[in-house]
């Protein structure tokens, strides 16, 4: 297992800019790619979210060809992996919020090990406890994968058990949103449903995903505002993100959940969709 | 005039970790300080706010002997400077938002070129708008000075007419509370108000000067629950921060304010205050 290797602007690097805007005032995006046999899962899907936070941000979107070729490049030396794309709004000239229009993307490729999947949590699932900290909501920022990330370093402070593998936390309004690191589904009556995420929270490519592959399957799947009794009237919770694909939780907040057959559909589903999207080359 | 000078750690230096957990999360702090004469212009008050904001983000407070020793050193070159001292988490050990405990801040300190400070707006004051971009609430991070700065970046961007000095900002919730990069009082009847800060904003130490100068000339301060109305009905309005001082307000959004008394007195008071400390050596 290697150590991190990063490229800036498609050079190897290992600093940036003291007066990069990503470190100033968290002015960027970024995206955590899953890797494997060389190839970037659901990569498409990872770019036209990068788009979307580029367009919100106004910040000029990157060559998709300059990106693609930066990433085939990084995981040649190392075909398994978990590659960091962010992008910044570069290097301020002088002080302020204010930016000159059209500034180019900084690019910043972190190349991390990945490490093996954890079987146990895909198959028997993960225990996850209710946070305290209220996420802030912000329609202007939900959705993207921007850089101020302050809210999830808190949220995960909340909690050093091992044990535990996530925090569910709610909306300043009391609306059930996300993991600090996942996105969340609940099964009732064989039907999905995951929170909406206008006001806050990360639009995850996996939820993106899972959703499509639900509906594919017939499955009814819908974004819905959702609380505290929806968490308790579900018969199946799962969490997503592109690393973890589908984790299914088996207790919440003290509450014992089962593995259920909706979770373990979309598995299989999701196993055969990556699979496929591999075999593409 | 410079250009930009930078240390990190005490050290010269032009780039920091691409690791960095204030580039990858805005995982940090920071201060924005007059200094003139090679003094930093109310450096206790400064230094008490980053205190307050690594306590709140579990951040190891650096000795305020080095702090102090590096802010003396910056200016040995250049005595009317701005200096911006960012702490950061330092650099992440691996990916995630959790941090081993006690990891030491990073200290990055720049020193910016001081404008010559604008009579005129000091004078006849500034024109300000009304921003479109709501304040996210979030009492665990509303005060401190932290690098999660987008929503700013967003609201300041909302206008490009250098005509207009600053926008007035309001909480999802509807509540006035603060410039982009200011903070704001207004003035009815003679007593001051300003927006209470506990769900969003920050903290300003020009704020907490004025404030603190007002009570000792007796004028009656409070901090308040602010809206529209209360802007409508506000006699004179003014903006603070530790670069302008105490600008006031000649129109705000189309209606035209005088600078009015109070303004003036706090005007007088603020540059005596900045006088004497100065003069303390």
Chains 1, 2 share one sequence.
Not at 5 to 14: L, N, P, Q, S
Request: hydrophobic fraction near 45%; include cysteine.
């Amino acid at each position: 297992m290697s150590t991190t290797a990063i490229w800036i602007d498609g050079r190897v690097a290992d600093a940036v800019s003291a007066l990069d805007r990503g470190l100033h005032y968290g002015d960027g995006l970024f995206e955590t790619i899953a890797c494997s046999g060389g190839r970037a899962q659901l990569l498409p899907l990872h770019l036209a979210r990068l788009r979307r936070g580029c367009e919100r941000l106004d910040l000029p979107v990157p060559a998709e060809q300059t990106l693609r070729r930066e990433i085939d490049a990084a995981l040649e030396a190392e075909p398994e992996a978990v590659l960091k794309l962010i992008l910044t709004r570069g290097s301020a000239a002088g002080r302020g919020y204010a930016y000159p229009p059209g500034q180019p993307a900084r690019r910043l490729l972190l190349r991390y090990p990945r490490s093996a999947p954890d079987p146990a949590a895909a198959v028997a699932g993960v225990r996850v406890r209710l946070g305290r900290l209220r996420l802030g909501e912000n329609p202007a920022l939900a959705g993207i994968k921007h850089l101020n990330r302050l809210e999830q370093v808190l949220a995960r402070r909340e909690c050093s058990d091992a044990a535990i593998a996530e925090s569910l936390l709610f909306s300043a309004g009391g609306a059930l949103v996300s993991g600090t690191m996942s996105n969340v589904f609940l099964v009732r009556a064989g039907a999905l449903a995951t929170p909406r995420l206008e006001r806050c929270g990360v639009e995850g490519v996996m939820r993106a995903t899972v959703a499509q592959l639900a509906v594919a399957a017939g499955i009814d799947c819908r974004e819905a505002q959702l609380g505290p009794d929806d968490l308790a009237q579900a018969e199946e919770i799962f969490l997503t993100n592109a690393l973890i694909g589908i984790h299914p939780v088996r207790e919440l907040a003290g509450r014992e959940l089962s593995v259920g057959p909706r979770t373990q559909q979309l598995q299989r589903r999701l196993a055969q969709h990556l699979a496929t999207e591999a075999g593409r080359g």
